[in-house]
T-cell receptor
Framework: GENVEQHPSTLSVQEGDSAVIKCTYS??????FPWYKQELGKGPQLIID?????GEKKDQRIAVTLNKTAKHFSLHITETQPEDSAVYFC???????????FGTGTKLQVIP | DAGVIQSPRHEVTEMGQEVTLRCKPI?????LFWYRQTMMRGLELLIY????????DSGMPEDRFSAKMPNASFSTLKIQPSEPRDSAVYFC?????????????FGSGTQLSVL
């Protein structure tokens, strides 16, 4: 089955700096890569996703890059703000409502 | 829409007792998922339904776990008998039919503590 590894497990940045979270996956058939943000006491919320036919996708301060050859993808948050503090999960699936495998999560702390 | 609604938010029970977790998906969503979150194992898919029919229950850990979806607006996850190692946060999520992308909408979860 799919195995998704995520690094780092914790990340502290100063407000205004950038944050990068990296994930690798094992299943070459995976073609859908979502990122979820989980705030304390809440369920994960989808913030951005990318499909395998796209190398990069941006949404305001958030961007995701995908390298299918190397089987890794990354989340980039620019101009970080205190409200970005949360746990971020990467995930991978073969799409079509097949099983989504989550990474172990990165706890991001943005220091004001 | 109120989003995915789970109840109770917190459940404390003693080992051996039956536990029932409840979920109301977003109206119109065809898929419903039950996940378990622990520090050791992260987010694990337990089971998912399509149009009220269980599709994949390979993640259900043991026969002590069972899930039902009697109609499009309600699902339950039952643990009988419960054990301390079942302590975790249980999430329900639903998903609309949006092509081949699996966009999950999670509830706020049920924090289960089995003493």
């Amino acid at each position: 089955g799919e195995n998704v590894e995520q690094h780092p497990s914790t990340l502290s940045v100063q407000e205004g700096d950038s944050a990068v979270i990296k994930c690798t996956y094992s299943d070459s058939a995976s073609n859908y890569f979502p990122w979820y943000k989980q705030e304390l006491g809440k369920g994960p919320q989808l913030i951005i996703d990318i499909r395998s036919n796209v190398g990069e996708k941006k949404d305001q301060r958030i961007a995701v890059t995908l390298n299918k050859t190397a089987k890794h993808f990354s989340l980039h948050i620019t101009e970080t703000q205190p409200e970005d503090s949360a746990v971020y999960f990467c995930a991978a699936s073969r799409g079509g409502y097949q099983k989504v495998t989550f990474g172990t999560g990165t706890k991001l702390q943005v220091i004001p | 829409d109120a989003g995915v609604i789970q109840s109770p938010r917190h459940e404390v029970t003693e080992m051996g007792q039956e536990v029932t977790l409840r979920c109301k998906p977003i109206s119109g969503h065809d898929y419903l998922f039950w996940y378990r979150q622990t520090m050791m194992r992260g987010l694990e898919l337990l089971i998912y339904f399509n149009n009220n029919v269980p599709i994949d229950d390979s993640g259900m850990p043991e026969d002590r776990f069972s899930a039902k979806m009697p109609n499009a607006s309600f699902s339950t996850l039952k643990i009988q008998p419960s054990e301390p190692r079942d302590s975790a946060v249980y999430f329900c999520a639903s998903s609309p039919r949006t092509g081949s992308n699996e966009k999950l909408f999670f509830g706020s979860g049920t924090q289960l503590s089995v003493l």
